[in-house]
């Protein structure tokens, strides 16, 4: 700063400190792509350690689809190593579970912190999906391991630098493992004592609907409907698949109802399936000997979220269908509201429960045999949706020689009670809507913030 330098001088100091910081910055840059690599490196390193060298390794998820799609049904996974420092991926990861492909196996690399782990936290929501979060060099090898073992859907994995779990207060080692869940025990385990706030909000609303369910579903042992069992199951078979699609959990709390009271009126655990219709693989549907669908109703007639893609790829491969599925026999429950919009309306007829309506009439048309008559559940009676689900289950379990069974723990809680009673015994307008909406957990809003 001393010197005095000429307008040519300057210029070059200024290029040459450009040129300088310019190196400085490519050097950061390719430490940091090496790191990436290395990381992404030790991932794949681990899945071939697990599933073999000759392990069928994608870097993207588009890629890891189309290998899904061109291979063998029932053949070894397809693994998609990307990225789990970009929030972006998460939506990517949401729109390839609902392809439903058994044999693909995401692993999500993290590098930094504070990691997202929205995007395994909604993978529990599709079902029949395993999923973990490990950190690397800790115990990633029993997950890879579980991953690449289970067959009955899709598996996500969450793999953590040490680095990057250290730099997240709340980070969350765990599995997820819907097989256990069959067995009687927890689908999730904690590897520690300390779980992530938002996935706590997960688990207690699946314990939630677990609970109404129990709360109105026998628990006897399978001797007292044994008799009446064989008789149903010579309509339908010894397994039973329930398909639920439902934004508010009205659908689902419906399916695992059903699935309940098949295993305590005598079905193996093992032969009762339950999970949401994108979590099916609609190309198995003509092996399926009995179906029974729990289908709500979303915006205009539409499909829920979780259900859509199901939909979606039936109609796309009906032809495929055609003729061969006369040995799957299924019954329909739906699920809306007859007034949602505008009472005695031509487009509240019409688009009532029609995402029911609709798969109920394209699997008429392509063979498949009803069990028994469709029911549905309508928001306008006393009950809600109660009344018409309580009728019609009633003829489906008899049907099935599940009635026997009888509730156990607690007298039942009774007709649901309307609004204004409730406004009434509560002294208050029911409502937290603001509470749920800053909830970003669940991706919906509770049936009493319904009730401003």
């Known amino acids: 700063s001393s010197c005095r330098l000429g307008p040519r001088s300057r210029q070059q100091v200024l290029v040459l400190t ?72 998460a939506n990517s990861v949401l729109k390839a579970l609902g392809a439903g492909q058994k044999r693909l196996a995401i692993v999500a690399v993290a590098t930094k912190g504070p990691i997202s782990q929205l995007q395994v936290l909604r993978a529990m929501e599709y079902g029949e999906v395993y999923v973990a979060a490990a950190e690397l060099g800790g115990k990633e090898k029993q997950a890879i391991t579980a991953a690449s073992e289970y067959a009955a859907g899709t598996s996500v994995l969450l793999l953590a630098t040490s680095e990057a779990a250290r730099a997240d207060s709340q980070w969350t080692a765990f599995t997820y493992d819907p097989r256990r869940e069959v067995a009687g025990g927890s689908a999730f385990v904690a590897d520690g004592a300390q779980v992530r706030k938002e996935i706590q909000s997960f688990l207690a609303r699946e314990s939630l609907l677990t609970l109404v369910a129990k709360r109105s ?67 198995a549907l003509s092996s399926e000997p009995l179906v029974v669908f729990c289908v709500a109703t979303a915006g205009k007639g539409e499909f829920p979220g979780n259900g859509r893609g199901f939909w979606e790829k039936l109609n796309a491969r009906a032809s495929e269908f055609e003729g061969k599925l006369t040995d799957t026999k299924y019954c329909m429950f739906g699920l809306g509201d007859s007034h949602y919009w505008g009472k005695g309306t031509e487009d509240s007829r019409i688009n009532f429960a029609k995402p029911a309506r609709d798969l109920d009439e ?30 019609w289950k009633s003829q489906l ?29 509560t002294k208050q307008l029911r409502g937290t809507l603001k509470v749920a909406l800053d909830d970003i957990t669940t991706g919906q809003i509770p049936f009493h913030d319904t009730k401003l």
């Open 18 to 89: 450009a040129f300088f910081f310019g190196c400085l910055l490519c050097g950061f840059s390719a430490v940091a792509m090496a790191s990436a690599k290395e990381v992404q490196d030790k991932a794949v390193a681990g899945v071939r350690a697990v599933a073999g060298a000759e392990a069928d390794v994608r870097f993207s998820l588009s890629a890891a689809l189309s290998a899904c799609a061109s291979g063998p049904e029932d053949g070894p996974k397809v693994w998609a190593i990307i990225s789990g420092d970009d929030a972006s991926s």
């Open 217 to 283: 579903l026998p628990c006897e042992s399978a001797d007292a409907g044994a008799g009446g069992l064989g008789e149903g199951l010579a309509d339908a078979s010894k397994t039973v698949t329930i398909l639920y699609t439902s934004d508010t959990g009205h659908g689902e709390e419906c399916a695992k109802a059903v699935a309940r009271q098949c295993r305590n009126g005598g079905y193996a655990n093992s032969a009762v399936k339950c999970s949401t219709l994108d979590a099916f693989d609609v190309g």
């Open 362 to 391: 394209v699997l008429e048309k392509l063979g498949a045999q009803r069990l028994i008559p469709t029911g549905f559940g309508d928001d306008q009676d006393v009950d809600q949706y109660h009344t018409g689900f309580g009728e």
């Open 397 to 425: 379990y008899s049907r099935l020689g599940v009635d026997k069974a009888t509730a156990s723990g607690g007298e039942d809680d009774g007709p649901v009670k309307t609004d204004e009673v409730i406004k009434t015994e």
